[in-house]
């Protein structure tokens, strides 16, 4: 390696250092990220100031992040990057799209009984969601494990009021399907909601004048043996922010119907509700494990 590098030559002199990666994948994916790099710096002409703004920003980055909230997520979000590594990945088939995960996804989220009552006692219209799984042949997939979790009817999901909760999760949950393919729950009904704009990510946001806000949605996250895992969303048709997802995530393949009912109607569960609410049916469908 030269010690008399130049804007034309350290490309290649820092490329050739992986050459003795321990797997293949690993040398290409560096050498790729090496010239990328380095075309852009070279391309813009970038100064050093905007390196080190560069630098401290990411490093901000990583200082707000926590287990509830993943502003590297977030970051990769508002890049459009989630979206496009989504697209690689899955593309158009016979199953049901695909779209981000989202940073609000948490492991620790209650088990649940189908028809049971996932809102953690917020306030809001309530809301009786119904789901199938099916796989690609339009059999029905028994015991697939159904992550489900959304926003409440302001915006905020449960972690971004820990205070408020006092820690206890809510409006999310794993529920099982039943041998029919079926699973079923009562919640309230979620809104849109601007992603948070507090951090280093909201910085980019504001110089760009770029929208924050996400379209209403629910979020599901589904695993069964012997099929592909799945991780979409459901979006109202309605919904204001549709065509301006400040996530990239929105898919019209994913817009679902949100029936109004009025005071007095019956809800699925048989109940006879004393306000307004809303249901939503839908069939997820899954692909098998590729071979």
Avoid at 36 to 59: C, I, K, M, N, S
Avoid at 100 to 125: H, Q, T, Y
Avoid at 154 to 165: H, M, N, T
Avoid at 216 to 233: R, S
């Amino acid at each position: 390696m030269s010690i008399d590098l130049t804007e034309k030559t350290i490309t290649a002199a820092v490329q050739q250092t992986f050459e003795g990666a321990k797997d293949e994948r690993t040398r290409e994916l560096f050498v790729a990220l090496v010239r990328h790099l380095h075309d852009f710096a070279r391309e813009v002409r970038l100064t050093g100031e905007e390196w080190f703004t560069a630098v401290d920003f990411l490093e901000r980055v990583g200082h707000i992040s926590s287990p509830t909230r993943q502003e590297f997520v977030l970051l990769s979000d508002i890049l459009g990057l989630s979206a496009l590594v989504d697209q690689i990945n899955h593309g158009n088939g016979s199953a049901t799209d695909s779209t981000l995960l989202g940073p609000f996804f948490v492991e620790g989220r209650p088990r649940a009984k189908n028809g049971a009552d996932i809102s953690g006692g917020i306030a809001g219209m309530p809301m009786f969601f119904h789901g199938t799984v099916v796989n690609t042949a339009g059999k029905a997939v028994a015991g697939a494990a159904v992550d489900t979790w959304h926003s409440d009817s302001e915006g905020f999901y449960d972690v971004q009021q820990a205070d408020k909760l006092d820690g206890s999760p809510a409006m999310r949950a794993l529920l099982t399907t039943d041998d029919d393919g079926h699973f079923w729950y009562r919640s309230i009904v979620p809104r849109y909601y601007p992603v948070p704009t507090d951090g280093p990510c909201g910085e980019i946001l504001r110089a760009a004048r770029r929208s924050p806000m996400r379209p209403e949605h629910i979020h599901f996250w589904f695993h069964a043996e012997g099929h592909e895992p799945l991780i979409t969303m459901l979006f109202r048709g309605d919904d204001p922010y549709l065509e301006q997802d400040a996530v990239f995530g929105a898919k019209r393949a994913l817009v679902a119907d949100f029936v109004q009912h009025e005071a007095g109607e019956t809800a699925p569960d048989g109940t006879v509700m004393t306000e307004p609410f809303q249901t939503v049916e839908w069939t997820f469908t899954l692909a098998l494990h590729r071979a």
